[in-house]
Each structure stands twice: as structure tokens, then as C-alpha cells.
């Protein structure tokens, strides 16, 4: 699939489905306060997904395990390995027809309680899990996620009920209040004019670092990276240079700051925002490089809504 010029003024329905997310969000958290199927504290969970959703799985993981509810691992659905036991496995499909995800769910019927959450209830998905949750209201028709992703994590987070308050993780609605803003300020013009992104996350916010880079590249055919904090001073600094951004979600480790600044690099850090809402932000860089090179944002070039093998 080549690359198609768009000069409309009209906003891509990536961007427009974009701008829906704090009311999806808000919505998610109803739905998950009266949803019984989450995992129950102390489970084994596994979470599993395909691209975007594998992001999502990667962030949810970290935050439910770090919030003591249970050990909780996450893995792309490729990789999954079926041999090792578990006490329940979330899958993430937003098409409910991925390949992958449907294959694992069928490894493992009978043997591991499934919950699956998808955007549409006319697919397999809904007879390859033993519990589905539906946020149809999140389904887009873009072929980039945004709204699907971040509304699945947002319902996942609601479940898990009020975190410990070491975790410094925000509710779903203040997490929401706080997306409205990321999608009005303006974008650092240093930031748009940018060569180069590296997104950094630690714990739960590194999922969320592998999907801004993960958006940047389907979006915009951007040069990205994504690493856990801690790691950026293990080889990955060597990259940083002026006219290339480092981008961290939630708080700095210590020294980062300096660091980047040494070699030239910009950095963005928006804490205390929440992490969610700041990838709103990412989404909205993908959009501005995309349609500043003439690409349609909506339809990125080799890919497709979902993922479905012969």
C-alpha cells in the first residue's frame, strides 16, 4: 500500500477519534465498575495482544502487579507460552479477529478462564473467550489505534479498583481531566521539527513509551525508539543530539535531565500529568508529521485494521 497525499482541511478520522478519548475514558470507568469479570486479587494473570494491544497488555501487567494484586505477566500472542499455567489470561483484539489472539485462545479453551476485550461483538472472538468485554463505544475507523488502546487500558485500570498511593497513579476521571488539556496545548515547536524521538517509561509507563514510538512509525514513518528509563544511559543516549527529543512518561529518574541536556538532546517530561493523557500527546505529533509529509494518517502505508493469517 503506497502512501496517500491528503492536503483536506478536514481533520483524519485518526485525529477526530483521538479527541473523543476523554469521554471514552469516563465511560470506561462506568463499564468497569459494573463489569465482574476482571481478574480477582491474588490470580496469576496473564495479558496478552498484538501490537498496540500488546503495548496495552505490557502496561497493565506491570501496574496490577505492582499494585500487589498478583503476578501478572504480559506477552505479544505469538509468543505466548502455552505450556506455563495461569489462573487467567486477558486478552486485547479491538477487530476480535486477529489471527494470533484467536489461535491462543484456542490452545487454551477448557484448560485457562479467558476474558477478552474487543471493540466489536460480530466477531470471533466473542465464542473464542469464555468472557468478553465489549467497548464498541471505543471502536474506530481509522487502521491506527488510539482510542480503542487507550480506552481498553483506561477500563483494565478501573478494575483494579483505588491503587496504592506510592504508585502515584492518577483515577480514570482525573486521568481524563488531564487528556483534555493534552489535546489543547500546542505542541513544542521543537518537538514537531525534531529528526528523531526516543519515548522512555518505567514499570507500568513503559508499555505506554513502546506505543508512542509504535504511533510515530505507523502514523508518520518517523525514526523511533523506546527503551525503560533506567536503560537510557545503557547505550541509548548515544543517540541524543540537538534536533532529537528524548520523551519520558511520568516522573524523571534522577540525573535524566542533566543527561540529556549534556548532549544537546530536548527533553519532554509532562508529569505530574498522567502518562495516559500524555500519550495523547505523541498521538497528536504522529498526526502533524504525517500530514506535514503528505501521508494519510488514516490509512498507513503496509498495514491493515487487523492482522489476519491463512
Excluded at 73 to 84: I, K, L, M, Q
Excluded at 138 to 162: H, P
Excluded at 274 to 301: F, M, N, W
Aim: with cysteine.
Amino acid at each position: 500500500m503506497s502512501r496517500t497525499p491528503t492536503h483536506s482541511a478536514t481533520p483524519s478520522r485518526t485525529a477526530a477519534e483521538a479527541a473523543t478519548q476523554p469521554a471514552s475514558w469516563r465511560r470506561a470507568a462506568e463499564a468497569a465498575a459494573a463489569f465482574g469479570g476482571f481478574p480477582a486479587p491474588g490470580e496469576r494473570v496473564a495479558v496478552t495482544g498484538c501490537g498496540t494491544s500488546w503495548f496495552m497488555a505490557i502496561a497493565y501487567a506491570a501496574l496490577r502487579e505492582a499494585a500487589g494484586l498478583g503476578e501478572t505477566d504480559a506477552f505479544a500472542s505469538s509468543e505466548f507460552p502455552v505450556g506455563r499455567s495461569y489462573d487467567r489470561i486477558v486478552a486485547i483484539t479491538r477487530s476480535g479477529t486477529t489471527t494470533e489472539v484467536l489461535d491462543l485462545l484456542g490452545a487454551v479453551a477448557g484448560r485457562i478462564p479467558t476474558l477478552a476485550l474487543t471493540a466489536d461483538p460480530d466477531t470471533p472472538v466473542m465464542a473464542a473467550a469464555d468472557t468478553v468485554a465489549v467497548l464498541d463505544w471505543a471502536d474506530e475507523e481509522s487502521v491506527v489505534q488510539t482510542r480503542f488502546a487507550t480506552t481498553a487500558l483506561a477500563f483494565l485500570r478501573a478494575g483494579l479498583g483505588e491503587l496504592p498511593a506510592a504508585l502515584g497513579v492518577k483515577s480514570v476521571a482525573d486521568a481524563a481531566v488531564d487528556a483534555e488539556l493534552a489535546l489543547t496545548e500546542p505542541l513544542p515547536e521543537a518537538v514537531v521539527a525534531a529528526e528523531q524521538w526516543t519515548f522512555l517509561g518505567r514499570g507500568w509507563t513503559y508499555g505506554l513509551a513502546q506505543e508512542a514510538a509504535l504511533k510515530m512509525r505507523e502514523a508518520a514513518g518517523a525514526w523511533t525508539e523506546a527503551y525503560p528509563a533506567m536503560e537510557y544511559r545503557h547505550g541509548p543516549i548515544s543517540i541524543t543530539a540537538p534536533g532529537r527529543v528524548t520523551w519520558a512518561f511520568g516522573p524523571l529518574p534522577e540525573g535524566l535531565a542533566a543527561d540529556v541536556a549534556e548532549v544537546g538532546g530536548t527533553l519532554v517530561a509532562n508529569a505530574p500529568c498522567d502518562p495516559l493523557a500524555d500519550l495523547i500527546r505523541v498521538q497528536r505529533l504522529a498526526v502533524t508529521l504525517a500530514e506535514s509529509k503528505g501521508y494519510d494518517p488514516d490509512r498507513p502505508r503496509n498495514l491493515s485494521r487487523s492482522v489476519i493469517l491463512s
